[in-house]
């Protein structure tokens, strides 16, 4: 009965937290797509906000499509608990390593578009939570998209 009590009062005080810190990365999306001229709305639609900065940061459809692809399998991958069970893991990491990596391949380019360096970009992967509202309230102009190539 106490544990019970225990995961419910973590429960009750994580849940706000976890919202208002998911707001201030929507609000930090909805301001960067419009710099960028895309759909504001899009920030609020996980995958297809994925695909919405992907496309603006680097003008590439083909990135686009392989990051918003990722992002909806890690997600599919979350909402069904892949990777508890033996079978799964292989499966689950596999998914966790390509989103990771689409990520920080979209990140490096929206950094480079907003001009900023690699630091901001492990920081929009790491801690989007803190990094875009930052790019958004550091005044930072959006330079348009950002090819493949080195800088």
């Known amino acids: 009965m106490d544990e019970l009590l225990i995961t419910n009062s973590i429960a009750t005080l994580w849940f706000p937290a976890v919202v208002i810190l998911s707001l ?4 930090g999306r909805w301001v960067i797509l419009g710099k960028m001229g895309r759909r504001r709305w899009a ?13 603006g940061a680097s003008g590439s459809r083909v990135l686009s499509t392989v990051a918003a692809t990722a992002s909806a399998a890690f997600l599919i991958s979350v909402l069904l608990g892949l990777g508890r069970h033996y079978e799964t893991q292989w499966v689950a990491t596999l998914i966790l390593a390509l989103w990771i990596v689409t990520q ?8 480079r578009a907003f001009g900023a360096g690699p630091g901001f970009a492990a920081g929009l992967v790491l801690v989007p939570i803190v990094t875009y509202p930052l790019l958004v309230m550091d005044g930072k102009v959006y330079l348009g998209p950002v090819d493949g190539s080195g800088a």
């Not at 201030?24 to 609000?27: F, L, R, V, W």
């Not at 920030?43 to 496309?55: K, L, Q, Y």
Request: no cysteine.
């Open 24 to 27: 201030a990365t929507i609000a």
């Open 43 to 55: 920030a609020i639609v996980p995958v297809f906000s994925t695909w919405e900065v992907s496309e």
């Open 104 to 111: 920080l391949v979209v990140s490096e380019r929206l950094a």
